[in-house]
C-alpha cells in the first residue's frame, strides 16, 4: 500500500512538472523565434536597399577553441578569398549572405534526439545577433548549441517509467561568434587582391 502511495505521488510531481515545461515551452516557442525572425528580415531589407554588390570583408571567428580570420572580396556572384586561417568547410566563406544563412539558425526550433520517434533530448540553439546600424549586415553572431531533456515529450517520461531514472542528455556544448572586422564597398573598376578565387559556395 505504501509503495502504491509513493507512486502515486511520484506520478502527480511529473504531470505537474510536465504541465509546466510545456507551458513554458509554448510560451518561448511563440515569442523568441518571432523576434529574430523580423530582425532578420528588417535587416535584409536595409542591406538589400544598399545596393552593394561588390565589397572587401574581414571576419574574426571564434569557435571550437580556437580563433580564426577569413579576408574575401566579393564582386557579383564571384568571391576572391584573400586569407582564410579558419579552414573549415563547415564555415565556408563568411560573405554577408553566409552570415545571414548561419543567423537564420537561431530561429530554427528543437531538433530531436536520438530520433523523431525517440525525441528524449533535443539540441536548442541560443544566442543573439548584431545588426549593423546603417548597412543591415549580421556584425556580430554568437549562438552555443546544446543538448536538454525534452521535458514536453511524451518519450521522455515513457523513458523514465521504464529506467526509473532521469534520460542523460548531456552533451558538450557546440558554441560560434563571429566578428565583421570590416566592410568597406567596392567598386568595378578597383583590381581584386587575388590570392584564391572561387565562384560563390553554398557551404553548410
Known amino acids: 500500500m505504501r509503495d502504491v502511495l509513493l507512486r502515486a505521488r511520484c506520478w502527480r510531481i511529473v504531470w505537474v512538472m510536465f504541465l509546466a515545461a510545456l507551458s513554458l515551452g509554448l510560451i ?3 515569442a523568441i523565434p518571432a523576434t529574430y525572425v523580423e530582425r532578420r528580415e528588417t535587416a535584409q531589407q536595409l542591406w538589400k536597399s544598399q545596393s552593394i554588390t561588390s565589397y572587401h570583408i574581414v571576419v574574426r571567428a571564434f569557435f571550437a577553441g580556437r580563433v580564426c580570420a577569413q579576408e574575401i572580396e566579393v564582386r557579383g556572384t564571384r568571391q576572391y578569398v584573400l586569407r582564410d586561417t579558419c579552414n573549415s568547410s563547415w564555415l565556408s566563406s563568411l560573405t554577408v549572405d553566409r552570415l545571414f544563412e548561419l543567423s537564420a539558425r537561431l530561429e530554427a526550433g ?5 530520433s523523431q520517434r525517440d525525441c528524449v533530448c533535443q539540441r536548442v540553439r541560443a544566442g543573439s545577433i548584431e545588426y549593423h ?5 549580421p556584425s556580430t553572431i554568437g549562438w552555443r548549441r546544446e543538448m536538454q531533456p525534452n521535458w514536453q515529450h511524451p518519450a521522455y517520461w515513457k523513458r523514465v517509467w ?5 534520460p542523460n542528455c548531456a552533451s558538450p556544448v557546440r558554441s560560434l561568434r563571429l566578428e565583421v572586422v570590416s566592410l568597406t564597398p ?10 584564391h578565387a572561387s565562384p560563390a559556395a553554398d557551404g553548410s
Do not use: I, N, V, W
Open 186 to 195: 567596392l567598386y568595378d573598376y578597383e583590381t581584386p587582391r587575388l590570392y
Open 133 to 137: 546600424p546603417d548597412h543591415g549586415f
Open 162 to 166: 521504464q529506467t526509473h531514472e532521469l
Open 28 to 30: 518561448a516557442s511563440g
Open 110 to 114: 528543437p531538433e530531436c534526439f536520438p
